[in-house]
RNA sequence: UGCGGGAUUGUGUAAGGGUAGCACGAGUGACUCUGGAUCACUUUGUCUGGGUUCGAAUCCUAGUCCCGCAGCCA
């Protein structure tokens, strides 16, 4: 199935184009996607994800997903399911599931003829020593007193390693490259350190585990993958990574493309930052709907379809760049305004009584659940004498835009009756409004007026006798500033936080319909937004919906400006 | 004063010697029983200086600015 459909072009697809051209890899084209279980995905991976698999998809390749666990000390389980979990809801079916930690048995071999070829040493320096001896970035580094032992030696040492008989951090296996080299990952990278911690697949095995730069190419090379994608970090690093699949020899050779990472504004991509957000309560967790975690957007109310047009639209290039928070909600508006049901909700609720209106009596008129898609049909919705509109609707003393509720002034209820303010109630304490006095056209019905007058406003409402409670959260942005990571002005991403992220709403009233939304399910509020029915705190008898984004709003731009 | 990348409107991304286009945003208007949606229109851009050329975002040249790299992280 084609889930990315027709993606374009970009600078990635050139490549294997031109490579199917002199076809450099039998006209194949395999990637993988390769994260490492350290963390949940965020929108950031969806992109890698849609270059990954949209890249297979597109050639008609394959595409893997391979968990990058090669350093177990950051490493869980917990992790790796709900990787697996987000990449099947963004809409990908991997080829392969492999794991890095499969494959350590062939990368200790590596390592191993590596030695043999006399082109890896074991070396005693401690960290900071190797450190010292690595130069800097103007200055070249000094070699190893350990660089020339003996292959033999090496062999036993390497192969004491593995066996325990030296404590963590004591000695590692470097490359032999160049200690001159002017890109610093040449400069005897360490291929494999000692490290004791339980691996959540190899148990205690292993004591010693590879480094990313040594594992990857092995990994993708035993998986047979042509077009390495990751990101511009790496970029650098793409000569080690050719040099070990050239000397490693496992008979495929696969090629490394970098493309940037996704930045967007007014959030975070750093998954320690993101981690810490977590730790620190600062979210209620991963799947917190104010996180750009997968698992946060997908409990927020985003489609997986939302995401992969996001992605594409987003574009794939080398250039560093920050993409509008506001193309991420065009994306999700889009798709709901063609599906979600249209449905009423008050979240501010105001007491309307309609003194003209019988008491007993109960309308039930018929409303269409999508005007942007009729086949969608209709439904029954109450009417009776006291309903409860939205606070912000009406205004005692209202400037000259605002076509909404005010003394003496019409309005049309959504689908049932136009009415006229004809008193307010205050509180007599406070001053507060508290109910509204009103009176219907009789001959209205269905919203209509029969002398053809201009009725401008039109409100959502519901029937008080007839509403379901419900409580509603409102979300803002995470954070108050496009850039967060910004620390030049001596501060840190906490003191962007946005105060005013959450906002919970309780005792909204909802139209009955809503009874039985079911967790998960997507409404349109209408003249609100788009809401979510939340998948966790939901409960027999309390519905919680998690507003996914707000309806475009002109009113509140004019008001602003005000 | 090393190495590797990058620079096109507010944002993102096309154009690879031949009218700088698209999307989002912003603005204006139309329409509307959602101040939604839809439709129409508008606005702003090739980092700088030289050069080649009838013609340069594109080729050459000299700069400028930005990002990444000194984990036994990935």
């Not at 399911?81 to 963004?90: F, G, N, Q, R």
């Not at 005692?396 to 835009?401: F, G, M, Q």
């Not at 509204?436 to 919203?447: A, F, H, I, Q, V």
């Amino acid at each position: 199935m084609e889930i990315m459909g027709d993606t374009g072009t970009n600078f990635i697809h050139e490549i294997i184009e031109e490579d199917i051209r002199t076809n450099k890899y039998g006209k194949k084209v395999h990637t993988r996607f390769p994260p490492e279980p350290n963390g949940y995905l965020h929108i950031g991976h969806a992109k890698a994800i849609c270059i990954d698999f949209g890249t297979a998809e597109k050639y008609g390749g394959k595409c893997n997903l391979r968990f990058d666990d090669t350093n177990p000390s950051k490493e869980d389980v917990e992790y790796v399911e709900a990787i697996k979990e987000d990449v099947k809801w963004l809409g990908f079916k991997w080829d392969g599931l492999y794991y890095a930690s499969d494959y350590f048995d062939i990368m200790y071999e590596c390592a191993v003829k590596l030695i043999k070829k006399g082109l890896a040493y074991v070396c005693d320096l401690s960290p900071d020593e190797i450190r010292e001896y690595r130069g800097t970035l103007t200055e070249p580094g000094k070699e190893s007193p350990y660089r020339n032992r003996s292959v033999e030696e090496n062999l036993d040492l390497f192969e004491r390693m593995k066996n325990g008989e030296f404590p963590d951090g004591s000695r590692v296996l470097r490359a032999k490259i160049d200690m001159a080299s002017p890109n610093m990952n040449m400069r005897d990278p360490v291929l494999y350190r000692i490290l004791r911690a339980t691996h959540h697949r190899t148990g205690d095995k292993w004591c010693i585990y590879p480094m990313y730069d040594f594992a990857h190419p092995i990994e993708d090379c035993i998986e047979g993958i042509t077009h390495s994608l990751c990101s511009l970090e790496f970029e650098d690093h793409r000569p080690l990574y050719d040099w070990v699949v050239n000397n490693v020899d496992l008979g495929s050779k696969p090629r490394q493309i970098e493309f940037a990472r996704l930045n967007l504004t007014y959030t975070l991509m750093s998954k320690r930052k993101l981690l810490q957000l977590v730790n620190e309560g600062i979210v209620s967790g991963w799947n917190d709907p104010r996180m750009p975690t997968l698992s946060g957007l997908r409990r927020r109310g985003y489609t997986p379809a939302s995401i992969r047009n996001f992605c594409e639209k987003i574009g794939v290039a080398k250039t560093n760049s920050v993409v509008d928070y506001a193309l991420l909600e065009h994306c999700i508006r889009e798709d709901l305004n063609k599906n979600a049901k249209r449905v009423m909700a008050v979240i501010r609720p105001l007491k309307v009584v309609i003194e003209n209106y019988p008491e007993d009596k109960t309308e039930w008129f018929d409303i269409e659940n999508n005007p942007e898609n009729p086949e969608m049909g209709t439904r029954k919705v109450p009417f009776s004498r006291v309903i409860y509109i939205e606070k912000d609707d009406f205004m005692e003393d209202p400037p000259k835009k605002f076509f909404r509720l005010a003394p003496g002034r019409e309005v049309r209820l959504k689908g049932a009756y136009i009415i006229k303010c004809e008193q307010v109630v205050k509180d007599e304490q406070t001053g507060e409004i508290i109910e509204l006095r009103c009176t219907y056209d009789p001959e209205s019905k269905g919203g209509n007026a029969p002398d053809g007058r201009k009725v401008k406003g039109t409100l959502h409402w519901v029937s008080a006798a007839h509403a379901i409670d419900a409580e509603v959260r409102l979300y803002d942005h995470l954070f108050t500033v496009p850039n967060p990571e910004d620390e030049s002005e001596g501060k840190t991403f906490k003191d962007y936080l946005n105060p005013n992220s959450l906002e919970v709403l309780k005792n909204c009233k909802l139209e009955p319909e809503l009874y039985c939304a079911a967790p998960g399910s997507r409404y349109q509020f209408l003249r609100l937004g788009y809401f979510c029915v939340d998948t966790v705190d939901t409960k027999e008898n309390h519905l919680v919906f998690n507003r996914t984004v707000s309806l475009k709003d002109t009113w509140a731009k004019i008001a602003s400006k005000e």
